[in-house]
């Protein structure tokens, strides 16, 4: 792991998906895009990592995706958030508060 970028906790990317397409449908370079750009450039989603995690939240009914046009008028895949999806994220939200609530209690003990 580089100094300057971080290796994402097994489990949290699911999270930062979902909470991604909270703002509406994205195609997968752009999802990549705006995690990188809302965390200062720490977070890194490499593609062998982004795209098993969309089929997978796909199958499991989170997302929904469909082919339309990019910005620059390439075809490519949208996703988005269905009403499972949301359900997910309330579900995964409370459980990620739960859990940095848990790692300041311990790093301030510490």
């Known amino acids: 792991m580089s100094k300057t ?5 097994q489990g949290t990317l699911d999270l930062l998906i979902l909470r991604t397409l909270n703002a509406g449908a994205m195609h997968g370079y752009a999802i990549a895009q705006r995690i990188q750009q ?9 593609e062998g990592s982004l795209y098993p995690a969309l ?6 009914g989170w997302i929904a995706s469909e082919w339309g046009r990019s910005e620059n008028n390439r075809r490519a895949k949208y996703y ?10 309330e579900e995964e939200t409370a459980l990620w508060e739960r859990l940095r609530q ?9």
Not at 5 to 9: P, V
Not at 38 to 46: F, G, H, P, Q
Not at 83 to 88: D, F, L, P, Y
Request: glycine share 2%; hydrophobic share 50%.
């Open 102 to 110: 848990a790692i300041t209690l311990v790093l301030e003990a510490a």
């Open 80 to 89: 988005s958030l269905t009403r499972a999806g949301r359900r997910q994220l």
């Open 5 to 9: 970028k971080a290796e994402l906790l």
């Open 38 to 46: 809302r965390s200062a450039d720490v977070l890194v989603v490499e």
């Open 55 to 60: 089929y997978r939240m796909e199958e499991k």
